[in-house]
C-alpha cells in the first residue's frame, strides 16, 4: 500500500513514543502517506489504522478534523488561505477575490487544467504576516497582495 521509503519514515514516528502509544504517530503516519499518495483514500487510511493497530475510525476522524488532510484528488498546487478575521481585515478577502479572478474558481474548486485547488484555511499563526496562505500544506507565503499573489502563480505555474 505504501512504498518502504515512506514506511520507514512511518517506523522513525512511531519510535518517537512509547512503544504501547504507537497511534501518537498518526498524524504523521497520515501527512507521509499524503505525501506518498496526493490524498488519502479510505484503503490508505485502513492501512494507517491497522499499522498503527488503531481502530479505523479514529483515523477517518483525525483526517477528517484537518484541514491539510486531502480526503479527495486536488490539483497539483493546493492554494489555502486563511479567511479569519485578521487576515479579513488585513486584505485576506481580496486575496480570495483575486485568486478567484485569477484561477476562474471558487473554494473547493480545481482549476480545468488541473493544477490549483483554492481552500478556505483556519488561523495558520501569522496574523501579523496578513494576509497569508500555505501551498501544499507546507510552503507559507506572507503578505499576499495582488502583485505578490500574480508572482506565486506565475512561479507555480512554470
Known amino acids: 500500500m505504501l512504498s518502504a ?84 481585515l488585513s486584505g485576506a478577502n481580496e486575496a480570495v477575490a483575486h485568486f478567484r479572478q485569477k484561477l476562474g474558481i471558487n473554494f473547493n474548486e480545481t482549476t480545468a487544467d488541473g493544477k490549483f485547488t483554492l481552500k478556505e484555511g483556519e488561523c495558520m499563526g501569522a496574523c501579523g504576516d496578513a494576509p497569508v496562505l500555505l501551498v501544499n500544506n507546507k510552503r507559507m507565503c506572507s503578505f499576499m497582495s495582488n502583485g505578490a499573489i500574480d508572482q506565486l502563480l506565475e512561479e507555480l505555474s512554470k
Open 5 to 88: 521509503e515512506s514506511i520507514k519514515k512511518i517506523d522513525r514516528e512511531i519510535a518517537k513514543y512509547p512503544a504501547d502509544q504507537k497511534q501518537s504517530a498518526v498524524m504523521s503516519a497520515l501527512a507521509i502517506a499524503q505525501d506518498e499518495k496526493g490524498w488519502l483514500t479510505t484503503e490508505i487510511m485502513d492501512f494507517v489504522a491497522h499499522y498503527l493497530e488503531m481502530p479505523p475510525i479514529a483515523v477517518y476522524e483525525v483526517a477528517a478534523f484537518y484541514n491539510m488532510y486531502n480526503l479527495q484528488p486536488l490539483g497539483k498546487f493546493k492554494i489555502t488561505i486563511c479567511t479569519n478575521l485578521p487576515c479579513a
